[in-house]
């Protein structure tokens, strides 16, 4: 494995450097004048201006004191995996009767946002954290230990939907990078759970009536309305709500081979949406719209144009401004075709790792967000996670009518796509897994999950900067921990 990185420190200058400055030039110009100085105290032959003189001479060198600068932590770049290759992600659901909300045609002008690739500040809500329990911990340790993986964080609030009075729980252990252990502040990538995210934006939208969740997609993504099912057209029948329940049939954008040609020619190259949908809407529909259920990450790309063409911004900066800001999410960004870990080099990115064939450990290049957009482009940390996670599963952001909906699933995820996701069911743009609600992610270097319990307010999330042999790491530790996490309600 290769690494890179470090810090960089600035040199620290000497007391002498501070008061007669480090040039021989400055320095002989200095001694001139403090000379003069004293040849005058001498002849005035005051004590008082003595002393005034000596209080100068001490204000002066105390003015020009400079403090030393912060050390700060560069992060550690990867190098690509040379098979290093995509993964499939997660899963739809049902439609309740929630009418059709007035629409708005699509705006001419809209245009995509450019996300700055500048990282925002810390968060200012930083949970007040006390340590995971003892049971719950070695949970954790054994789950790092029987899987490989670098590195992980675990966060568990005990507080309600409504934000109340809770306890907030902390586990973090191994590495996020090289040398460098995980800490709350890590940031690492949420993978599809960022379509929870643009979910939510398309039910707020629905809720102000701004489109409807019947509505045909084609209204606002054109294209789509050529797609193709045994020969006949079919795309104008596919709507928003199958979109967010992932019942279109539009294929997996990463699962062709126009896709992975291009991936194979350049692994870390930036993508557009209207590549990725190029890609996908080149091959026929899988199934009749609204037929079954068949995860694919199109359907959340599909979504990300919809926003744009109604509101006339990016779909990250819809989320920015309905959500990151609302809650105080600020350690949350889409960097877009920029690196992630750019911005502040104190705030680190945890590296991307991959178990490989001979079960070790290996270190994969950091590719573009733009390679997933909307289906799964968010980076952030562990507690702004556990924050959205109580708020996606509360509806604290949407009606409680399209709450509602999102919950009622129709779909069974393991018997009608075998190979997608671990849910129990999946509603409009979450996933249910043992009466928790909320989602997974995972994906060419990063896994990651937050559930909320209705019953009890309690919400978990975890972060993990590995690919696992089985991509349902997150939702395999989650069920572990259940049992501990009954104790602490």
Do not use: C
Not at 151 to 159: H, I, M, N, P, R
Request: glycine share 12%.
């Amino acid at each position: 494995m290769v690494h890179g990185g470090g810090a960089r420190r600035r040199r620290r200058r000497l007391p002498f450097e501070r008061l007669l400055g480090r040039s021989v030039r400055v320095r002989r110009r200095r001694l001139t004048v403090i000379a003069i100085g004293a040849a005058l105290v001498v002849t005035l032959g005051t004590i008082g201006l003595t002393s005034l003189g000596a209080g100068a001479v001490r204000a002066s060198a105390n003015g020009r004191r400079e403090a030393t600068p912060p050390s700060a932590e560069t992060p550690v770049r990867a190098t690509p995996s040379a098979t290093a290759t995509p993964s499939a992600t997660a899963t739809p659901t049902p439609s309740p009767t929630v009418p059709p909300s007035p629409t708005v045609p699509p705006s001419p002008t809209a245009t995509p946002s450019q996300p700055s690739p500048t990282q925002p500040p810390p968060s200012s809500s930083v949970p007040s954290w006390q340590d995971l329990p003892a049971q719950a911990q070695r949970i954790v340790s054994q789950f790092l230990a029987d899987q490989g993986a670098a590195g992980l964080a675990v966060a568990v609030s005990t507080g309600g939907a409504s934000g109340g009075a809770g306890t907030d729980y902390l586990a973090t252990l191994g590495d996020a990078a090289q040398g460098v252990e995980w800490s709350a502040d890590t940031r690492s990538a949420y993978r599809s759970i960022t379509k929870s995210f643009v979910g939510t934006v398309v039910l707020e939208l629905a809720g102000e009536g701004k489109l409807g969740l019947d509505d045909p997609i084609s209204r606002y993504v054109p294209d789509l309305a050529s797609a193709q099912y045994d020969g006949a057209p079919a795309g104008n029948s596919i709507t928003v709500r199958m979109a967010l329940e992932m019942r279109t049939g539009v294929p997996e954008f990463s699962g062709t081979e126009g896709f992975s040609d291009r991936l194979s020619d350049d692994y870390t190259g930036a993508f557009t949406d209207d590549q990725l949908l190029g890609y996908a809407l080149a091959e026929p529909l899988d199934f009749a719209p609204g037929r079954q259920y068949e995860y694919s990450n199109t359907n959340f790309v599909l979504l990300g144009k919809v926003v744009e063409a109604v509101t006339g911004n990016g779909w990250d900066r819809e989320v920015q401004s309905r959500i990151l800001s609302r809650l105080g999410l600020q350690s949350v960004a889409y960097s877009g075709s920029g690196d992630p870990a750019a911005g502040d080099p104190s705030r680190l990115v945890a590296t991307p790792y991959e178990i490989d064939g001979q079960e070790d450990l290996e270190n994969v290049a950091q590719v573009s967000p733009s390679l997933y957009g909307a289906s799964g482009g968010l980076f952030g940390n562990i507690g702004d996670l556990l924050r959205w996670g109580r708020a996606l599963g509360s509806g604290e952001l949407v009606p409680a009518a399209l709450q509602q909906a999102r919950l009622t699933a129709i779909s069974n995820p393991q018997a009608e796509d075998p190979g997608s996701p671990d849910y129990d069911a999946y509603g409009l743009a979450a996933g249910e897994i043992d009466g928790w609600w909320g989602h997974t992610g995972t994906g060419l270097g990063y896994e990651s999950l937050t559930m909320y319990n209705p019953k009890t307010g309690m919400t978990i999330a975890i972060l993990i900067n590995t690919q696992l042999p089985n991509p349902n790491g997150p939702a395999i530790l989650f069920k572990q921990l259940e049992g501990s996490l009954d104790a602490l309600a």
